[in-house]
């Protein structure tokens, strides 16, 4: 396991100043809500609805650009975005899975010449703009072509940042699944950045989000 201390300066000596962007995927049906109907990206963590709190945390950090991918309920979630200097782009094959909305930022961040996205789950209360600024420093410290995921007590977690000689593979996924698949096929060497339990946190039941001190509306 890469430690990212190793990695203080790109092995070529050059100064490596990538444009990474951000994708806050928050497109999903939230279906382990149940039948109450909630969204949990709706949800309000002190009183800020957790895709607008998670958008903020975005924004917080060193990256260059956040691109929200929306789909279910995507002009609540816009509403719930305003005046954040967020791009939104909708994936209107939302429904087939995640897959669908991977591609959809991927290949928008692609054609706005992006070197390298960090793939960010609307549904992680626990993130901070430090914990993404990890996760993007240690990416910058090397010569581009790695992957950089968090880890949670020694537990493989998100975000992840993916560099841009994946961003094809990952434009042709397909289902409802993540990056992984495309990473492990990669051959490329993953940097593990540790940031405690918010790399495990999500909220994918009502149960989850009240635990997390969250308040559910309609």
Same mark, same amino acid.
Request: aromatic share 4%.
């Given at each position: ?64 650009? #956040?691109?929200?991918?929306? $789909? ?10 305003? @005046? =954040?200097? *967020?791009?939104? &782009? ?21 054609a706005q010449g992006a070197d390298a996205i960090l793939v960010m789950l ?5 993130l901070t703009s430090g914990n993404l600024d990890q996760l993007i420093a240690a990416f910058r ?28 593979? #990952?434009?042709?996924?397909? $289902? ?10 990669? @051959? =490329?060497? *993953?940097?593990? &950045? ?25």
């Amino acid at each position: 396991m890469p430690d990212v201390g190793d990695h203080s300066q790109p092995p070529n000596g050059r100064s490596f100043s990538p444009l990474i962007f951000v994708v806050l995927l928050a497109a999903g049906r939230s279906n382990r809500m149940g039948m109450i109907g909630a969204s949990k990206l709706l949800a309000e963590f002190d009183g800020i609805a957790l895709v607008r709190r998670s958008a903020q945390v975005a924004l917080g950090s060193t990256t260059d650009t #956040v691109v929200v991918i929306t $789909g279910h309920r995507r002009l609540e979630i816009e509403a719930a975005l305003g @005046g =954040l200097e *967020v791009e939104c &782009v909708e994936n209107p094959l939302y429904e087939s899975g995640m897959a669908t909305s991977l591609a959809t930022g991927v290949s928008h961040c692609r054609a706005q010449g992006a070197d390298a996205i960090l793939v960010m789950l609307a549904d992680m209360p626990g993130l901070t703009s430090g914990n993404l600024d990890q996760l993007i420093a240690a990416f910058r410290s090397t010569d581009g072509d790695v992957v950089v995921r968090a880890m949670g007590d020694g537990k493989q977690g998100n975000p992840v940042i993916l560099p841009k000689t994946l961003f094809e593979a #990952v434009e042709q996924l397909e $289902g409802d699944v993540g990056a992984r698949q495309v990473i492990e096929a990669s @051959g =490329l060497p *993953v940097v593990y &950045v540790e940031i405690g339990q918010a790399a495990l946190l999500d909220v994918d039941t009502p149960e989850a989000v009240r635990a997390a001190g969250g308040t559910l509306n309609a």
